[in-house]
C-alpha cells in the first residue's frame, strides 16, 4: 500500500529534550515535506526537499531541523524543544518533484511539550 | 504575499442539504488550486485540484471551479452525506515549491 509513515503518533517530551520524528513513503516520491497544523491557523510549511540532499525553509522553519540523506526519509529534528512547538505534524510526499500533483500525507505527530 | 481565506465553520448541514464552503485565494500570477479533507484523526486527502482559471476539479459529488475574475474556488456538493462530516481545507501553490493552506472548515452532517 503506497503510503507515508510518521512516528511517533504522540509524543509528551519535556523543553529542552532533542527529538525526532521520523517520516518514510514507500512512492519513491521525489518532494517531502514537513507541516504543522494549528487551531485557528491552518497547516503552515516547516521544511520541504525536492530530491536527497536538497533541503529549503518553509514558513515557520525556526526550532527545527531536517534531512534528506535518502529519498525515503526525510526525519524532522527539534534539537531543544520548547512549549510553542506544541502542535499536530504532518509529514507528506509528492511524485515528480512538485506539490502541485497532490500531496500524499501521513496520519500525523501530536507533539506536547511541556 | 499569497494566501487562502476560506469561511469560518463550523458548519451544521442535514443530510442531503447543499453545501458551499467558499475560498477566496490572493497570488501573482496563475496558482494551481485544491481543496484536500481531513477525516477525524488522519492525514489531509486531495479531494479536487484545478490548475488554470475556468478549470472545474470533481470528484466524490464534490465540484469548485476556478475562477479567475473573482480570485475564488468554492466547494460545493449538492447533496451531503453523513460521511462527509470532516474538515475541508482550501489551498494554493503559486510555483511548485510552496504550498499555502486555508485555516480549514468544520462540516458536520447530521441524520
Known amino acids: 500500500e503506497a503510503q507515508v509513515t510518521q512516528n511517533p503518533r504522540y509524543l509528551i517530551t519535556v523543553t529542552g529534550k532533542k527529538l525526532t520524528v521520523t517520516c518514510s513513503q514507500n512512492?519513491?516520491?521525489?518532494?517531502m515535506s514537513w507541516y504543522r497544523q494549528d487551531p485557528g491557523l491552518g497547516l503552515r510549511q516547516i521544511y520541504y526537499?525536492?530530491?536527497?540532499?536538497?533541503?529549503d525553509k518553509g514558513d515557520v522553519p525556526e526550532g527545527y531541523k531536517v534531512s534528506r540523506k535518502e529519498k525515503r526519509n526525510f526525519p524532522l529534528i527539534l534539537e531543544s524543544p520548547s512549549p510553542n512547538q506544541t502542535s499536530l505534524y504532518f509529514c507528506?510526499?509528492?511524485?515528480?518533484?512538485?506539490?502541485?500533483?497532490?500531496?500524499?500525507f501521513g496520519s500525523g505527530t501530536r507533539l506536547t511539550v511541556v | 504575499g499569497d494566501s487562502v481565506t476560506q469561511m469560518e465553520g463550523p458548519v451544521t448541514l442535514s443530510e442531503e442539504a447543499f453545501l458551499t464552503i467558499n475560498c477566496t485565494y490572493t497570488?501573482?500570477?496563475?496558482?494551481?488550486l485544491f481543496w484536500y479533507v481531513q477525516y477525524p484523526g488522519e492525514g489531509l486527502q486531495l479531494l479536487l485540484k484545478?490548475?488554470?482559471?475556468?478549470d472545474k476539479g470533481s470528484n466524490k459529488g464534490f465540484e469548485a471551479t476556478y475562477r479567475k475574475e473573482t480570485t475564488s474556488f468554492h466547494l460545493e456538493k449538492g447533496s451531503v452525506q453523513v460521511s462527509d462530516s470532516a474538515v475541508y481545507f482550501c489551498?494554493?501553490?503559486?510555483?511548485?515549491?510552496?504550498?499555502?493552506f486555508g485555516t480549514g472548515t468544520s462540516l458536520t452532517v447530521i441524520p
Open positions: 526537499s525536492m530530491n536527497v540532499e536538497v533541503t
Open positions: 484545478a490548475t488554470k482559471a475556468d
Open positions: 489551498a494554493l501553490s503559486p510555483t511548485g515549491n510552496q504550498f499555502y
Open positions: 497570488a501573482t500570477g496563475y496558482p494551481s
Open positions: 507528506a510526499s509528492s511524485q515528480l518533484g512538485s506539490p502541485v500533483y497532490g500531496y500524499t
Open positions: 512512492m519513491n516520491h521525489e518532494y
